[in-house]
Structure formats: C-alpha cells, structure tokens
C-alpha cells in the first residue's frame, strides 16, 4: 500500500478483539446443565473450555504471520466466517465429544480478532496514538469476561445452553459483515504468501531485537503475575477467609474495574509522559502494591477488602504498562505486525498457563496466603527489571 488506510471504528475492533475472552467464559454458567445433558463427569465437561483456551492462545503464533502474508482483510474476514460457523456447529452438537471438537475449532479462529485487532491499529497508527488506542481497546475487552459469565448465565436460564452458540454466531456473523463491506486493507506491505521459512525468520528477527523482547517480557511477568493470583485467590477467599462463591466472584470484579481503569489512565497520559516513564512507574507501583498486600496478611489485616482492593491497585499499575509495553513490540519492526502480535499473543498465554500452575501449587494445602504473595512479588520484579533495562 502507499498510503495508510483509514481506520475502522474503535469500536469495531474492540468488538473482533473481545470475542475469545468473550467467547471463553461465556459457557461457563450451563456447564453442569452440559453435564447432566452429555451424562458425562465434569472433568471432561470442563475440556469445553480448557481445549478452546489452548486453541486460542496456539492459533495466535500463525494468526499473525497469516496476516502478514496474505493481508489483514482478508485473514479476519475468513476467520470471522469460520468462527460462525463453528458456533453453529457447537450448537448442533449432539455429543460432548463433537462439542468438544467444535470449541477447539472455535478457539482456533477466535485467535483472529484479538491479533488483528492489535496489528490494524498499528497499521493505521504511529507513536502515542499506537499506545493510546491499544489502551482504549484493552480497556474494551477487559469488560468482555466480566461480563460474559452474566449475559451466558442469562440465555442459558431463558433460552437454554445452545443459545450461548448462536448468540456468538450472531456477532462472528455481524462483524465478518461489517468486515467486507467497510474495512479496508490496513498492511501497508505487499501480498507475499504463507511460508514456514518465512515465519521463523521473522520471528528470529523479532526475538534478536531489544525492544521486543523488553517490552514482551513486561507484558508477560504481567499476565504471570496475574495469573498467578487468578489460580490462588479462590482458595485464599474461600478457605482462609470463609467468602461465598457470589461474594468472591462480586468482589472480583474489583481487579477486572482496575485493569480497566489503568488502561483509560494509560490512554489519557499517553503523550503527556514518556513510554518507558509510565511502564516505569506502573512497574514500581505493582511490587510495591504486591509487597504491601503480603504485610497486610503478615500482620493479621486478612479480609476482603484487604486482597481485592489492593489487587484491584495492581491491576491499575498493570493497566497502566501494558498498552505502552504492546505499543512497544508493535514498533520493533513495523513490517513484522502481525506476526509480532501473533507472537506476544501466544507467548502471554503460555506465561499465563504456565504461573496458573505456579500460584495453584503454591497456595495448595496452605494456611496462608503468603506464599502466593511471594510469588507474585519475585515476578513482579521480573517485570520491573524489564522496565528498567528499555531505552527510550
């Protein structure tokens, strides 16, 4: 291309980005109806989500490079049409096998929208306003698994558990048409096609350059950390301080609002102060937050508020890192967008699998809480030597 395209609507591209965070939690609420349906046992019910989330964040290492290759508009709008219609399938199943099989494949191509979302907006963007819109959009999809366990629960209740498929076929259907008729081609490189060689060369080239691998690490000690307290906190809350399920899951909600708010706040300064400066601060707010949740445990201030109002602060402060710290892969190497989204993308949800495990083990057969707050200090740090080893 020789000109930059124009941009789809903010909106629009929350909307794609959203879809597999949506689309993962959105099912979660009529697991034990698909249980009792399937005459199955729950572990394997649970497959239904597990194996869509291992498809998801696997399919986003070739996303990008696809996208690279063959063009943005066109990659998203085929993968928009074939998560409607394994939406559809799902539906249809009529065993927990096929439904199974038919989530992976959704997974698959659920990956599309979350890459893509990220390398148009670098397409069409160029310095603060790449991290101001990145920011904006995180701020959009941290609402979708918030809120996608409520709207699940509320079509599965009125209109049973296949309504959540063809809710989601719904919207695969809208934006893959909203897709062909109004959104242009955003990569600015010519059409080269799909080769293997090709896309380890440019992930050699990506994982070689300094301000990638910085700025991936900040996002990924980030997503770990998290993760991390996603795994353990359930057990701190309910076992060590007698919380219901409901109360949990209100009080949670808490971390999602931060997460969301350290995003707006991070689009707002954006120009204002420097990249390095904000994924700075935001870095020394996490582990001084970190350390101060684990004194408040250590000396006897065990409550709700104590761990969900001090974590909703280090979501802010991760809030606050993470559009800057995406801007920053994003601008390694302009040409390599898409495959450096793919990448970022793949590469946060093996972090977030792997500490998943780590904080699990963790706090598993404890009595306190802080070895999970140990943990997530020690990562924290990782994070913030990071920080501190970017140049501008």
């Known amino acids: 291309m020789s000109a930059v395209a124009k941009s789809p609507p903010l909106v629009f591209l929350i909307v794609v980005s959203l879809v597999g965070p949506f689309a993962t939690h959105l099912i979660v609420p009529a697991l034990p109806k698909l249980q009792r349906e399937f005459a199955t046992d729950y572990g394997t019910v649970q497959l239904v989500v597990t194996l869509f989330m291992i498809a998801f964040g696997t399919a986003q290492i070739l996303v990008g490079a696809l996208a690279d290759a063959y063009g943005r508009r066109r990659v998203l709008i085929g993968g928009l049409a074939m998560f409607?219609?394994?939406?559809?399938?799902?539906?249809?199943?009529?065993?927990?096998?096929?439904?199974?099989?038919?989530?992976?494949?959704?997974?698959?191509?659920?990956?599309?929208?979350?890459?893509?979302?990220?390398?148009?907006?670098?397409?069409?963007?160029?310095?603060?306003?790449?991290?101001?819109?990145?920011?904006?959009?995180?701020?959009?999809?941290?609402?979708?698994?918030?809120?996608?366990?409520?709207?699940?629960?509320?079509?599965?209740?009125?209109?049973?558990?296949?309504?959540?498929?063809?809710?989601?076929?719904?919207?695969?259907?809208?934006?893959?048409?909203?897709?062909?008729?109004?959104?242009?081609?955003?990569?600015?490189?010519?059409?080269?096609?799909?080769?293997?060689?090709?896309?380890?060369?440019?992930?050699?080239?990506?994982?070689?350059?300094?301000?990638?691998?910085?700025?991936?690490?900040?996002?990924?000690?980030?997503?770990?950390?998290?993760?991390?307290?996603?795994?353990?906190?359930?057990?701190?809350?309910?076992?060590?301080?007698?919380?219901?399920?409901?109360?949990?899951?209100?009080?949670?909600?808490?971390?999602?609002?931060?997460?969301?708010?350290?995003?707006?706040?991070?689009?707002?300064?954006?120009?204002?102060?420097?990249?390095?400066?904000?994924?700075?601060?935001?870095?020394?707010?996490?582990?001084?937050l970190v350390v101060v949740e684990g004194l408040l445990f250590w000396l006897g201030v065990q409550s709700p508020a104590a761990m969900f109002v001090v974590m909703g602060g280090i979501t802010f402060s991760s809030g606050l890192i993470m559009p800057q710290a995406l801007a920053g892969t994003m601008k390694a190497d302009p040409s390599k967008a898409g495959s450096a989204s793919g990448l970022i993308g793949f590469t946060q949800f093996a972090f977030a699998a792997a500490f998943s495990y780590v904080g699990g083990m963790a706090i598993e057969g404890s009595a306190s809480a802080l070895p999970l707050f140990a943990i997530m200090f020690v990562i924290s740090l990782a994070g913030a030597l990071a920080a501190v080893l970017m140049e501008e």
């Open 84 to 288: 409607c219609v394994a939406s559809v399938l799902c539906a249809l199943a009529t065993s927990v096998e096929m439904l199974i099989a038919m989530r992976v494949l959704q997974g698959l191509f659920a990956s599309v929208g979350i890459v893509l979302g990220r390398a148009i907006v670098r397409d069409v963007t160029d310095g603060d306003q790449t991290a101001r819109m990145l920011g904006y959009m995180a701020m959009g999809v941290s609402v979708g698994p918030m809120l996608a366990p409520a709207v699940g629960g509320l079509l599965y209740e009125n209109l049973g558990w296949k309504a959540d498929f063809w809710f989601l076929a719904a919207i695969a259907a809208a934006a893959a048409a909203f897709a062909w008729f109004s959104v242009a081609e955003t990569h600015r490189g010519p059409a080269t096609g799909f080769r293997f060689s090709v896309l380890i060369a440019d992930f050699r080239t990506l994982l070689s350059n300094r301000r990638f691998i910085l700025c991936g690490a900040a996002i990924c000690f980030n997503t770990a950390m998290f993760y991390c307290f996603v795994t353990g906190a359930p057990f701190v809350a309910v076992e060590l301080l007698g919380m219901t399920p409901t109360s949990y899951g209100l009080w949670f909600s808490v971390v999602a609002f931060g997460y969301g708010l350290g995003n707006l706040m991070a689009s707002r300064v954006t120009g204002v102060l420097r990249a390095r400066t904000i994924i700075m601060l935001g870095s020394v707010f996490v582990s001084t």
